[in-house]
């Protein structure tokens, strides 16, 4: 019995390492795949000399070239993306942190409701939000502004931002609350003072997700924009790219440094993110 026994379970020891091998092997060919894209993208930049169809599979060297000229040609249209969605994120804070705190923990008829009615809005076509707010822009002289864009671009991460942080606002102890009160804070100042910092993670993860969302936007900067006075880099890569494009090493070197904010942002704060989706527990 126990010859078998000791035979079953080494049996089991040589199984599960292959299981292991065998999982990991499916996982980088699944990665591969999904980052094949970025690799064509980087590598095509780096041969800005060959046709789409002539790129060979492997850059021979390191030309440069097309980034020089996309840095050249979109430098400006990264910095007007960089404000915008820097703009964004201010605002989407600014108007999502107190909301989320009202309907986490003040007892408010129909909060449940608003919630719902919250994840309801991203359900709704950008392009019917778009053509809405032109009419709207046009009567306030909001077109064509830094401030208009920012402010669209925002609407696009509050919603989120106040589902994610309500549910993380909810899981804060009443008693904190009450005792930062006690002590003599007013609500705004419990907020600021209280909320604010132990809903931190939550506060990174949505001004991200934020950022993200004004980042990539197209729709708007293609709607609310009728001028070259504010492009963001998505609107000037597509202004870039005509039916008979011949640099297309400078198009996919627009494209990677036009990813490059995002990707470093990404694994800055990626623990925050990780805490602030699978946040709900306070310390």
Request: overall charge neutral.
């Amino acid at each position: 019995m126990t010859g078998m026994a000791s035979t079953a379970h080494a049996t089991g020891a040589v199984g599960r390492p292959k299981r292991r091998w065998g999982t990991t092997a499916v996982g980088l060919l699944i990665l591969c795949v999904m980052l094949f894209p970025l690799y064509w993208m980087v590598n095509t930049a780096l041969q800005p000399d060959s046709g789409l169809l002539e790129v060979d599979p492997v850059p021979h060297g390191l030309d440069l070239s097309g980034f020089s000229s996309a840095l050249a040609e979109q430098g400006g249209h990264l910095l007007t993306s960089l404000i915008v969605a820097l703009g964004a994120v201010v605002i989407c804070l600014a108007f999502s942190a107190p909301a989320a705190y009202g309907l986490a923990q003040f007892r408010l008829r129909g909060a449940r409701t608003v919630v719902f009615g919250t994840l309801i809005t991203q359900m709704v076509p950008g392009i019917v939000i778009a053509n809405a707010l032109y009419s709207t822009y046009v009567d306030l002289g909001l077109v064509n502004s830094y401030f208009g864009l920012m402010l669209a671009d925002a609407s696009l991460g509050i919603p989120f931002a106040i589902v994610l942080m309500r549910s993380f606002m909810v899981a804060i102890p009443r008693e904190i609350i009450e005792a930062a009160e006690v002590d003599g804070a007013g609500r705004m100042r419990t907020f600021v003072r209280v909320v604010l910092p132990m809903s931190r993670n939550s506060l990174i993860t949505a001004g991200l997700f934020s950022f993200l969302y004004a980042w990539s936007d197209f729709m708007f900067a293609l709607t609310l924009n009728t001028t070259d006075h504010v492009k963001p880099v998505t609107l000037g890569i597509y202004q870039y790219i005509g039916a008979h494009v011949g640099d297309w090493g400078s198009v996919m070197a627009a494209s990677v440094l036009a990813a490059i904010p995002a990707a470093v942002l990404l694994v800055l704060a990626q623990k925050y993110i990780a805490a602030g989706i699978t946040g709900g527990s306070v310390k």
